[in-house]
T-cell receptor, first 109, second 116 residues
Framework: GQNIDQPTEMTATEGAIVQINCTYQ??????LFWYQQHAGEAPTFLSY??LDGLEEKGRFSSFLSRSKGYSYLLLKELQMKDSASYLC??????????WGAGTKLIIKP | GAVVSQHPSWVICKSGTSVKIECRSL??????MFWYRQFPKQSLMLMAT?????????EQGVEKDKFLINHASLTLSTLTVTSAHPEDSSFYIC????????????FGNGTRLTVT
């Protein structure tokens, strides 16, 4: 079956760094997306990884290890507006997006 | 800037009535659009794939006669929830890809449907 495992909830402090881990099992693999979803809103695209390694985009970085079925999203210099759910979304062999419940990140001052 | 426009943002309707949700591609001719539903604290669930000029492809368990999809042009897809019931109350979101199959999905702002 297809499965995504992320922590349900994490808490971090404004200005700090947080790493959200994700492990996945899919039928084939064509890359992995990270999305941000604020409460009551639709998800917005953050990053895409298809090759192993780290992709950096401003305060956000995403890492992928295909052999381990593992990815993480690293958020630096946390701001209050970063409080949201973060969704790790792999793409299977049919290019279907596999959605989980994500990680709710709470930022405290 | 925005890629997808979805309307309305929220709607309240009475049980038994129908509601139409519009999804517009603002800067791209989208042959395919995707309709999702999300219940509180749950993951997004793909309902159907909307194909311009042909019938939509529905996911297992989604009633095609209840959730009518029309994709009559390259910039507009509509989802009509027919004979709505309180259990249809949910957050409906449309999305599209602007490129290849591994392109990111860009979403509209979503429609919060409440059926009383």
């Amino acid at each position: 079956g297809q499965n995504i495992d992320q922590p349900t909830e994490m808490t971090a402090t404004e200005g700090a760094i947080v790493q959200i881990n994700c492990t996945y099992q899919t039928s084939g693999f064509n890359g992995l997306f990270w999305y941000q979803q604020h409460a009551g809103e639709a998800p917005t695209f953050l990053s895409y990884n298809v090759l192993d390694g780290l992709e950096e985009k401003g305060r956000f970085s995403s890492f992928l290890s295909r052999s381990k079925g593992y990815s993480y999203l690293l958020l630096k210099e946390l701001q209050m507006k970063d409080s949201a759910s973060y969704l790790c979304v792999p793409l299977d062999s049919n290019y279907q997006l596999i959605w989980g419940a994500g990680t709710k990140l709470i930022i405290k001052p | 800037g925005a890629v997808v426009s979805q309307h309305p943002s929220w709607v309240i309707c009475k049980s038994g009535t129908s509601v139409k949700i519009e999804c517009r591609s603002l800067d791209f001719q989208a042959t395919t659009m995707f309709w999702y539903r999300q219940f509180p604290k749950q993951s997004l669930m793909l309902m159907a794939t909307s194909n311009e000029g042909s019938k939509a492809t529905y996911e297992q368990g989604v009633e095609k006669d209840k959730f009518l999809i029309n994709h009559a042009s390259l910039t507009l897809s509509t989802l009509t929830v027919t004979s709505a019931h309180p259990e249809d109350s949910s957050f409906y979101i449309c999305g599209l890809k602007r490129g290849e199959d591994n392109s990111p999905l860009h979403f509209g702002n979503g429609t919060r449907l409440t059926v009383t």
